[in-house]
């Protein structure tokens, strides 16, 4: 079914805080039945339903059923019961499931484009990147997952006499709370991961991209895992992601630090297991050495990419002093040939943000670093012209401590720029603050590059690239250190997450305990000359 409305969508009438219900001039951009299908899959009986406008242009988009704490019990419930007969199904079955996954997403993916453009107002090019990640992230796991979760044979106490495998075994009913920034990439990388490990999922996206996380659990279906492993609910998160975090086996969450804090503390308290995808300041260092050119136009991505709504986005630069004015020209220059805009076409480099929320932000932190003396050597406004949230792509120079941009993630498309004398100041500057998300180093020298790398204290390091050779390396695990996070996705971590090891040992022969009559004081004899003889022959 096609998404779109047959009237325009965008009707400039409907800009403004309407309610679209009691608003005859109102003119949804997506047609009613495409939306009802989505909304369908919710678990939500509230009656209640929750207004969701676009943001490129202010109209209304859908109106989401709202769930209840009953339906997060029930969609348990019906999670809990898919997963045991899914945990019985062998894994490659399983990782066929996600081999479908893959072509379908690349099948369907103008259609997914499409409505992540609606929800998020992002670029067509940064909502390419959601399917593409995804894509990728069905065939890595489609293709490897068996490996991961193979067992283990390991040392037994006797030679020869105890045999013992460790099994990975799945958790359970695992809940995937997700943001909005990437809406469609975020609801289904990790939970395809909790598939593929034999679990069942219960999630809960955003409330203002629940569409595109409900497209993700269409095609998860279609792919040929059953209807019932994949609960989707809808709701306020502090409510509806709370009762999930009360009910799960284990959590995954990405979003802010604060709230990542509080569901860590909540899954202490009942003593299960979480993973925590949270927020960053990131650094990107530019060396001496660095190719200005590939440089700047990398650090252009690198902090303006979904309008710099990425947690992996750069919002802090330092340039050694050799190429800092070549490189301020390039990289400014650049910022300036950007183009923004609010249609589905392709073309545009950036869209609005999201929301007000998020425009009040942007807006608080560079009205803040001008007072208080920063210079703003291009953009540092808003762009009410263009749509409701635009925010001009805006380059800071002389940002200090005091300023709420120094340390704080602004999450929008504001960079500040630092110049640097001494590569160890550098290095201990953007390690400074509490992040340690993601870091990038451009270098002519890679080798050089790696070895700074090595004492970055961030989780993924991309040399001459921004953030997507890490985030799409599928192989390697990507995370957070310090409180940009708890645990990895990708990678043979990001599946084991979603597993407990069970280790199973089989006697044969000997028992433990006096054999033959032997009183307790000979056995005990036996076993240190054992022991002693086990030492002797190297045996760990
Ligand atoms: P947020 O923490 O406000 O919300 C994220 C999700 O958590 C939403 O689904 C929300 O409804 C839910 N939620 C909110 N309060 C909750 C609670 N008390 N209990 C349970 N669930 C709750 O974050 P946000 O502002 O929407 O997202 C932006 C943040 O996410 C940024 O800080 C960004 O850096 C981070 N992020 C991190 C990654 C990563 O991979 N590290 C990726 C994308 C975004």
Redesign the pocket.
């Known amino acids: 079914m096609s998404p779109h409305h047959p009237t325009p969508a965008g009707d400039p009438a409907v800009v403004g805080p309407h309610d679209p219900e009691h608003d005859p001039r109102a003119s949804y951009a997506l047609e009613p039945e495409y939306v009802a299908a989505l909304t369908d899959r919710l678990v939500a009986t509230s009656g209640q339903t929750a207004g969701v406008r676009s943001p490129l242009n202010d109209a209304p988009l859908a109106h989401v059923p709202q769930s209840t704490m009953a339906d997060v019990t029930e969609a348990f419930g019906r999670a809990r019961r898919a997963q045991v007969a899914w945990a019985r199904i062998p894994v490659e079955e399983r990782q066929r499931a996600l081999l479908r996954l893959h072509d379908l997403v690349l099948d369907r993916q103008d259609e997914i484009i499409d409505l992540i453009q609606w929800e998020t107002g992002k670029a067509r090019k940064h909502a390419f990147d959601e399917p593409l990640h995804v894509a990728l992230t069905a065939r890595y796991y489609g293709r490897t997952a068996h490996r991961h979760l193979a067992g283990e044979r390991k040392l037994g106490v006797v030679p020869g006499l105890t045999r013992v495998e460790v099994n990975r075994v799945p958790k359970g009913v695992v809940g995937i709370?997700?943001?909005?920034?990437?809406p469609f990439d975020?609801a289904l990388i990790d939970g395809i991961a909790a598939l593929v490990a034999g679990n069942a999922v219960v999630a809960?996206?955003?409330?203002q991209t629940m569409l595109s996380a409900l497209l993700g659990a269409e095609l998860l279906e279609e792919a040929g895992i059953p209807g019932d492993l994949w609960q989707v609910v809808a709701g306020?998160?502090?409510e509806i992601?709370?009762a999930?975090?009360e009910r799960a086996d284990y959590v995954c969450?990405?979003?802010?630090?604060?709230?990542?804090r509080?569901?860590a503390r909540a899954c202490a308290e009942r003593l299960i297991g979480c993973s925590l995808?949270?927020?960053?300041k990131n650094p990107l260092l530019v060396l001496r050495d660095a190719d200005v050119e590939k440089a700047a136009e990398g650090a252009i991505r690198a902090s303006f990419s979904n309008s710099g709504q990425?947690?992996?986005s750069m919002e802090r630069i330092f340039v050694a002093d050799q190429v800092y004015d070549r490189f301020v020209e390039r990289f400014v220059a650049r910022a300036q040939a950007l183009t923004l805009g609010s249609t589905l076409a392709w073309g545009n480099d950036m869209g609005p943000l999201i929301s007000q929320a998020q425009l009040d932000t942007v807006t608080a932190h560079v009205e803040d670093a001008v007072a208080k003396g920063a210079r703003v050597l291009t953009g540092g406004n808003a762009r009410p012209d263009l749509g409701p949230y635009f925010f001009e792509p805006t380059v800071l120079e002389g940002v200090s401590p005091e300023m709420a941009c120094f340390g704080q993630?602004t999450?929008g498309p504001v960079v500040s720029l630092y110049r640097f004398h001494d590569e160890a100041d550098a290095v201990a500057r953007a390690n400074s603050g509490e992040y340690g998300?993601n870091a990038s180093v451009f270098s002519e020298d890679r080798a050089r590059a790696r070895l700074i790398a090595r004492h970055l204290r961030c989780g993924t390091v991309n040399v001459n690239e921004a953030f997507a050779a890490t985030f799409a390396s599928l192989d390697a695990p990507m995370?957070?250190m310090r409180e940009?996070?708890l645990g990895r996705?990708q990678g043979a971590e990001g599946v084991l997450r979603y597993t407990e090891t069970q280790s199973v040992a089989t006697q044969r022969l000997v028992r433990f305990g006096p054999q033959l009559g032997m009183s307790d004081e000979t056995y005990a004899k036996v076993m240190n000359a054992n022991l002693r003889l086990m030492k002797r022959l190297g045996r760990a």
């Open positions: 709370i997700s943001p909005w920034n990437y975020l809960k996206p955003d409330a306020p998160g502090a992601g709370g999930i975090v969450f990405t979003g802010s630090t604060s709230t990542g509080s569901i995808e949270l927020g960053g990425l947690c992996v993630e999450f998300l995370g957070g940009s996070g996705r």
